[in-house]
């Protein structure tokens, strides 16, 4: 008995039945939420903030030099997902921040009270809530602004994008410098021990040691002659010749071969001195730039339509709700009829 009353109370009838007596009421209702919402989402309680976003594709983080000068590699390619990430821990860094902050005054910009003790934990959550960086599904990466001025917040996303290849280029040449003076260092204790075998071998081959195998070859040749003739002070000459080349021939050889195996050195130091050198010096752009951000004189915040919206929809029903509570407490007698 009670469910059939219910379904009675609820059918479609007397729904209508009931907008029917109300309608005056809720209309009423839905209007000064309306009007309401249309106030408070105005200017004058909810500063306007407009949106600009900067987007940009990541390129491949690797040694430029290495990649040109050894590997061959395309180092035009596009980064990955990694690269991706590793330029948005860059942007949202608190190097970023900090230049940003310095570059843009925000601090007074913010209105934070330069005196507060806080006013670092301020900034930082005023500055995270208008700043937003993220990956695109395309594998992109997007960064966008909120401010009250439009061309502050253009200003602001073009100048975080800018300093990703900034901070990222001054950690490269940090690095790189430390491999450069590495790379010196060995380049010139490489060069120095080729300069000291150069001037070993020149001394040896002043005691006229020198292609050692065709000397022999020929003084051997000599002394034949010279025993066939009987020629006893040749023969002794050419003896003392050969007795100077042996003493002589194995530090010939032995400087020789340090002689080759320093120039190589020296190669492969100087080209990775100019490999370390190129790293150093370089300003690397580790993006690819698709959309720089301009003003939008849109407000991106508040939406008004959407929260005039809401605040009628949600005013209306709860007009429906407390009405419809009203008309069951007269009903059961709680509160007496009109």
Known sequence: MDNKRLNQEFDSSNIFLFFIRWWKHLL????????????????????????????????????????????HEDFLEYGDVDDAERLIEVLGSSNVRERVVRRFNLLDHYEIDKNDKQKDFHLRNIYNSNVNINRTTYG??????????????ADMANEIAALGDTIKNEIRAERATIAYNMAKGRRDIVLTELMQTRDTLR???????????????????????????????????????????????????????????????????????QMTEADKNSFIPYKYLIDEAVPSFK?????RWLIVFLSVFASGFMGVVVIMAYENMQKKGIIGSR
């Open 203 to 273: 001394k040896i081959m002043k005691t006229g040691v020198e292609a050692q195998e065709n000397q022999a070859e020929m003084l051997y040749r000599q002394l034949a002659k010279d025993l066939s003739a009987h020629n006893i002070a040749g023969v002794q000459a050419i003896e003392e010749r050969l007795e100077s080349i042996r003493e002589g021939g194995a530090g010939f050889i032995s400087q020789k071969g340090r002689l080759e195996t320093a120039s190589g050195a020296l190669i492969s130091a100087e080209l990775l001195l």
């Open 140 to 153: 992109a990466v997007e960064v966008t602004v909120r401010d009250n001025d439009p061309q502050m917040a």
């Open 299 to 303: 407000k991106a915040y508040p939406v």
């Open 28 to 71: 009423i209702i839905a209007f000064v939420a309306g009007v309401l919402s249309v106030i408070f989402s105005s200017p004058w309680f909810i500063t306007p903030k407009y949106e600009s976003t900067v987007s940009m594709f990541p390129a491949k983080s690797q040694s430029l030099s290495k990649a040109v000068m050894v590997n």
